[in-house]
């Protein structure tokens, strides 16, 4: 490989990584969902802040005052908390919900840098990373709510893991590849993966409430009984950044699930020569199937009541649980029948 090939595949990752399907676009989408969360909230709970605070700019003042108090605060360490866990854990959070997309195509379009034959496995091992960091947070503050929230968050871990895995090995079963390029190649071919499989895709959209704290599972926090939960003993950025990753990672499994069961970048071309064509316009399709998903998991926030603990996890081992094994023997049966 030459060199000026090497030098441009390389600006193509770093602008994959960075700029489209990455960190920008991500900030962008998470401040537009959490207007849109707090807009829906407020018609439905009439909540006066979002709106009446700035009603003619649709109450957009509401956000900029929380970038300015996250910016402004003073950062505090508890005196009894373990220092270097207490600082790293936010950050590296929030790191490893990013890092999964660079596995995670908007288009037909692969880093060379990375083995695309293995990036619905490799996703799908690293976005699981992510809620260990959530318990180390709760362990480091020495903070009984905080302490107690951890807890919460290691059963819930455990209880919805494996049906998320059985929901992705199951749509993994009926297309024969771990590549999500083949995987939608597929969809072309056959139908989306919501009507080849709608069990796995119920589980799928259940784990992604579950995973990133939507309503009803909004249990690791739980302000009225936990104050802040995981973050109580938190400020400035550090609780900013801890607030946004869940909604990061709602971005990164709605992308997921928009590739493996809504037909990815269909109906934009299946192969395009070049980034644009390849990336641009099929990024934009899959980008805004994500984000219809998201609309549709935030407005649980304004109509669910919270889950008890033992119900989410007792859901979880029984219902959820039932329904991924059933999708995984859906997906044979049809492998065998179709």
Known sequence: ??????????????????????????????????????????????????????????????????????????????????????????????????????????????????????????????????????????????????????????????????????????????????????????????????????????VMLIVMIRTTGRFPFDITEADSELVMGLFTEYSALFFGVGMATPYVELYVYSLIFSLLFLGGWWPAPLYSPGPIMGLILPGLVVVVKAFIVMTILVFLRSVYPRYRLDQAVRSGWGYVMGLSALAVVISILEVIFL
Do not use: C, H
Not at 4 to 18: A, C, R, S
Not at 32 to 40: A, G, L, T, V
């Open 1 to 202: 490989m030459g060199i000026i090939p090497l030098i441009i595949w390389l600006i193509e990752d770093l602008l994959y990584v960075i700029i489209f399907p990455g960190l920008v676009t991500v900030m962008v989408l998470a401040i537009i969902i959490i207007y849109i969360e707090r807009k829906i909230a407020g018609k439905v709970q009439m909540r006066f802040g979002p709106l009446w605070v700035s009603k003619r700019i649709g109450g957009a003042l509401q956000s900029v005052a929380d970038l300015l108090r996250f910016s402004f605060q003073s950062f505090i360490v508890p005196e009894g908390a373990d220092r270097l866990a207490f600082i790293l854990a936010p950050g590296l959070m929030f790191a490893f919900s990013m890092i999964p997309l660079i596995f995670v195509p908007v288009g037909p379009y692969y880093s060379l840098l990375f083995p695309a034959g293995l990036t619905v496995l490799l996703s799908v091992a690293l976005i699981l990373v992510t809620p260990i960091y959530a318990i180390v947070i709760g362990w480091s503050s020495d903070n009984k709510f905080s302490f107690v929230g951890s807890l919460r968050e290691a059963f819930l871990l455990m209880s919805y893991e494996i049906p998320f895995i059985f929901s992705v090995l199951s749509m993994v079963i009926f297309y024969r590849t771990l590549n999500y390029i083949d995987a939608v190649a597929s969809q072309y071919r056959f139908l989306p993966g919501i009507i080849l499989n709608p069990v796995a895709a119920v």
